[in-house]
């Protein structure tokens, strides 16, 4: 029988932990098994709190002022230390732009197997973890998993709903690990120009694609996102190419699941259309009959953007007042 025992889960955002905690919850029950987070910083210990209300039997806190901002090698270190001194059996990390690499990292000194990405977990009938993520470009969805110990795998957020908070007994478990001295030094952090709100919790997002003729345009989407307490969103090649925004959604960028999104001029090919499959209605405006986002849409206009979205921002302001 094998020594690993037990569920891991960190996130170096704690939102996204919590979210993990509430699906690994489950897992656990049915494994009959200890479900623990990690939570690593400065001055954090607080947050042991509600990760014990959204599911942790346990939190292992290290909290040190050298942790204070993400750090690849240090956090590394501490993963490591702990993963290799309770042996979980499965460790999930938040699927971020700092968890990711970690997760492979950590999985590469451990010598086990990582898969990235998982929108589904569940267990087959030899107890094993099963991760299912999208591949071919989105066109298909892949089921794995795994014949090493620990099961490592990183989970992106709204993969699972934000767990109840509800009273329930957990322990934190304090340790005061030596931090490796980091190899890289932080020289500046600047905030980027994103919203604060994450895209990915939005409950209504028009986005628009190449359609769209100029930057200043974007007056058009957030006028019609205003009335709805929408987001604005976007097709790849507005934020990579034309750097009018800094993030995307779609298969490289963010799986979204908004109750409305609104994709203005964007053709819908498969790499866009595999982020906003968890969409509940989707609305497409889009001049050409033949564009493939009216395949996957509940509604759609052949239109013109530009007199579409003035007319339909009219109409909701007009039904408000
Ligand atoms: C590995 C890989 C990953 C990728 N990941 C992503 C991803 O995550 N997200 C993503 O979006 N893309 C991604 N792409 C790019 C993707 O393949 C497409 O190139 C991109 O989605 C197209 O963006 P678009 O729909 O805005 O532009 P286009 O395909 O050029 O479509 C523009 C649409 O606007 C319509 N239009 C033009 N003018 C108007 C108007 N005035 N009114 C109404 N409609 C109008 C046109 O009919 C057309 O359908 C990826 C590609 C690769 C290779």
Redesign the pocket.
């Given at each position: 029988m094998s020594e690993h025992k037990g569920i891991f889960v960190f996130s170096d955002k704690q939102d996204l932990a919590l979210e993990i905690l509430g699906g690994a919850r489950e897992i656990a029950d049915k494994l009959h098994t200890e479900l623990s987070t990690v939570l690593i910083g400065h001055n954090v210990q607080d947050r042991a709190d509600e990760m014990i209300k959204c599911g942790a039997d346990k939190v292992y806190c290290v909290d040190k002022p050298a942790l204070e901002r993400f750090q690849a090698e240090a956090y590394l270190g501490v993963l490591l230390e702990l993963v290799t001194s309770y042996k979980p059996e499965t460790v999930l990390i938040g699927s971020t732009r700092n968890g990711k690499p970690l997760a492979a990292r950590l999985a590469t000194l451990l010598e086990t197997g990582c898969v990235p990405d998982c929108t589904k977990l569940s267990l087959d009938e030899q107890q094993r973890l099963v991760g299912e993520r999208m591949t071919y470009?989105g066109n298909a969805t892949a089921k794995l998993t795994f014949k090493t110990r620990p099961q490592i795998a990183t989970v992106p957020p709204r993969a699972f709903e934000n767990p109840e908070p509800r009273e329930r007994h957990g322990q934190l478990v304090k340790l005061d690990l030596k931090v490796r001295d980091p190899r890289t030094e932080t020289v500046e952090t600047r905030p980027t120009q994103a919203s604060n709100v994450r895209i990915e919790e939005a409950e209504v997002i028009i986005s628009?694609?190449?359609?769209?003729?100029k930057k200043e345009d974007k007056i058009l989407l957030e006028e019609l996102a205003t009335p709805l307490c929408g987001q604005v969103g976007?097709?790849?090649?507005?934020a990579e190419d034309r750097k009018w925004f800094s993030e995307?959604?779609?298969?490289?960028?963010h799986k979204v699941k908004p109750k409305l999104y609104i994709a203005?001029?964007?053709?819908?090919?498969?790499?866009?259309a595999?982020?906003i499959r968890d969409a509940k209605v989707i609305v497409a405006?889009?001049?050409?009959p033949e564009?493939p986002?009216f395949e996957i849409a509940d509604y759609g206009v052949v239109?013109?953007?530009?007199e579409?979205l003035p007319a339909l921002t009219e109409a909701i302001k007009r039904q408000r007042h």
């Open positions: 470009g628009c694609g190449r359609g769209l003729e976007c097709s790849r090649p507005l995307w959604v779609g298969l490289s960028g203005c001029g964007i053709s819908g090919v498969i790499q866009h595999a982020g405006i889009n001049k050409d564009a986002i239109g013109n953007l530009y579409v």
